[in-house]
């Protein structure tokens, strides 16, 4: 079964980001971030797309499968 992968901690570093201030601009508690970025959650559709907004980049760059 494919496993979501994420690149969403190394954009947030990149920015200087804390996983607060991340949940903060897209509504969320800090601790669906801590989950988002250890794959251990999946994000809607909104979430996706609102936090790709924020890194200017789109979804498919930030959440993908793997096998």
């Known amino acids: 079964m494919p496993e979501m992968k ?3 901690k190394e ?3 990149s920015k200087n980001m804390k996983q607060g201030d991340l949940a903060d601009l ?3 508690r800090r601790e669906t971030i801590i989950r988002l970025e250890k794959g251990q959650y999946n994000p809607s559709l909104k979430l996706a ?3 790709a ?3 200017g980049t789109s979804v498919e760059d930030i959440f993908f499968f793997e096998d």
């Open 49 to 51: 797309m609102d936090i």
């Open 11 to 13: 954009l947030r570093a």
């Open 53 to 55: 907004k924020i890194f």
């Open 26 to 28: 897209v509504g969320v």
């Open 6 to 8: 994420t690149k969403l």
